[in-house]
């Protein structure tokens, strides 16, 4: 459940605004957002990964949801594109990755009905990619 904005939270979303750091938006996020503990602990695993880089994460670039700009990824999506570097490593499966990246859009205020959008996306064309 997305906290309200308090003078704080604006405080810190405009100093990261002006400093254009991903990672520490990320960070922000988490505070915002509250994801449950299991999705915000696999999202911190993909952006601390030392096997797996983040920057290189392609999937989802360019979603303005949840108050990330064109341009930035949304940890929902740099989550899933880990989860499935670790399926090519056969580390978990695609089942999990998906319904991780289903439960992170809804965790991010997603509607149920785009994060089912969006995890029938991956569940189709992920076969291709995982």
Known sequence: ????????????????????DE???????LELYQPPQDIRDAILEAYN????DWKQ??????????????????????????LYWKVRHNQCSRWYADRMFY?????????RARS?????????FGVFTA
């Not at 990964?49 to 797996?52: G, K, N, V």
């Not at 439960?103 to 509607?111: E, F, I, L, V």
């Not at 089912?116 to 189709?124: H, P």
């Open 57 to 82: 994460c392609d999937g989802c670039t360019g979603v303005s949801e949840a108050h990330f700009p064109v341009g930035l990824r949304l940890p929902a999506c740099v989550l899933h594109d880990y």
């Open 103 to 111: 439960r992170a859009n809804r965790a991010y205020g997603m509607s």
């Open 23 to 29: 990672y520490l938006r990320m960070l922000f996020s």
């Open 116 to 124: 089912a959008i969006r995890w029938l996306g991956v569940r189709i």
């Open 1 to 20: 459940m997305k906290r309200p904005l308090t003078k704080e939270l604006l405080h810190i979303r405009d100093r990261l605004d002006a400093e254009k």
């Open 49 to 52: 990964s030392q096997a797996w």
